[in-house]
């Protein structure tokens, strides 16, 4: 029977250690800056955005949202990113995803500065992570880490399959599971006798947006399963990619939905600012 990893209890830990440092700084007259940029009135940004606020602004962070019309031009809204890069008070800078069609994402993500790029999708930030050069990383895989990490199982040597490929999970969580010496397969729809493959896992991470894809079968005995999905069920509850209670009885450690991975992408997007602002403060 599977030990639950508690996102929730993980997620305000580390927010309690990051207010410990933003406190320190600020007493050094120097406090870590966080701009968000909303475009447009989508309803479930709106709201990340108000949870990534009020996060921000309890951990004693400085919390600016800037919020544009859906019309807005892409050189309006490349302006806006350029004047954030240059304001000193800001260590890190996120445009909420997705954008309206008639703006480039991946021009938007190129102008924002590496240095401030608390996502972690800057062209130069991929690829310093997978050079394995010091950078800022996508906040989910990173705290899909510091999850497998709390269970105190070891990840060297270890086999870790990762079904899903995407920019975002997929591939970033492997390379840090890589980095963490294990050994990774990255699994996807193409992948032939899928459930046999990540059932050899000894940790599982599920990134597919199918809900509850991932049964028992595809479950090694005692394997940490780790559960990005957010999806809903035939009764319009919210689940995961994982069908929770067909793998709860086999897994060793298993994420739930909600309160797994979830609560961690905010805190690990607190922890990256900070470390934007000390590495910005350094230069100063």
Not at 78 to 105: F, R, W, Y
Not at 134 to 161: F, M, W
Request: proline share 4%; aromatic share 4%.
């Amino acid at each position: 029977m599977a030990q639950v990893i508690d996102g929730k209890k993980l997620a305000k830990e580390i927010q309690e250690n990051v207010t410990k440092e933003v406190s320190r700084l600020k007493s050094e007259g120097k406090q870590p800056g966080l701009a968000v940029v909303l475009v447009g009135d989508n309803q479930a940004s709106r709201t990340y955005v108000r949870n990534k606020q009020k996060r921000t602004e309890e951990s004693g962070m400085k919390s600016v949202l800037i919020e544009l019309d859906e019309d807005v031009s892409e050189e309006k809204l490349l302006q806006t990113v350029e004047e954030l890069n240059e304001d000193d008070t800001i260590h890190g800078i996120l445009v909420q995803l997705p954008l309206p069609k008639h703006i480039s994402e991946e021009k938007v993500i190129d102008t924002i500065s590496v240095l401030k790029d608390v996502d972690g999708f800057h062209p130069l930030n991929v690829g310093n992570l997978f050079v394995g050069k010091d950078s800022l990383v996508p906040c989910t895989p990173a705290g899909i880490i510091e999850l497998i990490k709390s269970t105190g199982q070891t990840i060297a040597g270890k086999r870790a399959v990762v079904i899903g490929r995407s920019n975002i999970v997929g591939k970033p969580v492997a390379q840090l599971l890589l980095q963490e010496n294990a050994t990774v397969t990255i699994a996807h729809s193409r992948t032939e006798n899928l459930a046999e493959v990540a059932s050899e896992a000894d940790i599982l991470v599920v990134a597919t947006g199918l809900a509850k894809f991932v049964k028992k079968e595809y479950v090694k005995e005692g394997a940490i399963v780790i559960d990005v999905g957010m999806d809903r069920d035939e009764n319009n509850k919210l689940c995961g990619d994982v069908d929770y209670d067909d793998v709860f009885q086999k897994a060793g450690f298993i994420t739930p939905v909600p309160g797994g991975v979830g609560p961690m992408t905010i805190t690990m997007l607190l922890s990256n600012t900070l470390k934007a602002a000390k590495r910005l403060f350094d230069k100063q």
